[in-house]
Every structure is written in C-alpha cells, then in structure tokens.
C-alpha cells in the first residue's frame, strides 16, 4: 500500500514538472507612461508673476525643452513641455509650472524652469495604487545648474530651453558678408617704345 502511495506521488510530481516545463516564458511588460489623473496638475507656483506682471510671451504659451538622463542606462531624452503639463517617463514624471528667460538685450543671460520631479516610492507590491514621491519641486538654471540640482540616484534633470519672445526683441539675422568689390585691374605695362637703330656716323 505504501508503495503504490509512493508511486502515485511521485507520477503527480513529475506531471506538474513536465507541466512548468512546458509552459510559455513570460514575456517582459510594456512601460508605463500614463500620468496618474491626481498627478497631471502641476501646482500654482507663488513665484511666477501674474498676467499683469508678465513681459513677453505669455506663461501659457512658453515651451521648455527639459533634458531627462536615466543614470542606470545612460539614456538621455528632451521633453517639449508647456506650463502646466506632466509627463512620465517609465518610473519618473516630470511637472512643469514655469519657465522664464533673459531678454536679448540684458546680460548675463539665464534661462531657468520651475518644475517638479516625482519618482515611484520603494517596494510596491500593488501596480494599481501606485505611490509617488516628490524628491525636487524647484528652480533649475540652465547657466547655473549648481544652484539647485535633483538629487536622485537614477535620474538627473535640467533645463535646456524656454521658447519665449519679449516685445521689441528681433531676433538676430546671420550676418552676410558685403559683396567684394571687383579688384581695381591694373594699369598694362607701357609697351617699350621702338627706338630707331644707333647709326654709326663716320
């Protein structure tokens, strides 16, 4: 009796080996890139002027290009941004609230975004209650990056760009080199005159 037992477990063993054996590799998910609905609105900056206060392209119009670098793959991507969006990236997503930049005529030129970065916390178990933390909300300068850097051990992000215009600004045409004036030619070389023969008077 205990050997047919033995023998019965044994069979169902290896059926369920055979059966694990023959089932089919899983096949890696796709990434995701939707941004949660309770994360797509960007908060009202405090720093930003009113409409009243803005000179130039208005906020809503502006475009920042925002560069994104994934550290564990060194793969980098630019991000045409609009005040007010969000965008994610796999497991990061990246606000932007504002961005601003010197007028032509003013120096020293900067170029700066206020933008939020919001990474997946650790250990999530379940993929549809997903939780993010914010690890930046803050001002980035493209001219002076040290003056506020994300500090994220994957990703680094920072502005490349805010496409804006000022009212009176012209944008600077190519410079076009004067058309080269024909070199004087000079003068021919007088022919020799033809001179009589000496003649030998005797």
Known sequence: MRHCVTTVLCAAAINGLAACSEAAPTLPEAQETAVPEELQSSNTVSETPTDEEQIGTPMAERVATIGVLNKRNNVSQDLKMKPGESRRLGDVIIRLSACERTP?????????????????????EDAETLQWKRVFSGWLFKNSPSLNVVEDPVY???????AMSFPGEVDPEPATPAPSEPAEQAAPAPEPSAEAPATNET
């Open 156 to 162: 680094d992000v920072w502005v490349k760009d805010c």
């Open 104 to 124: 032509s005529w003013e120096m020293p030129k900067e170029t700066g975004a206020f933008v939020q970065v919001l990474t997946l916390a650790d250990d999530q």
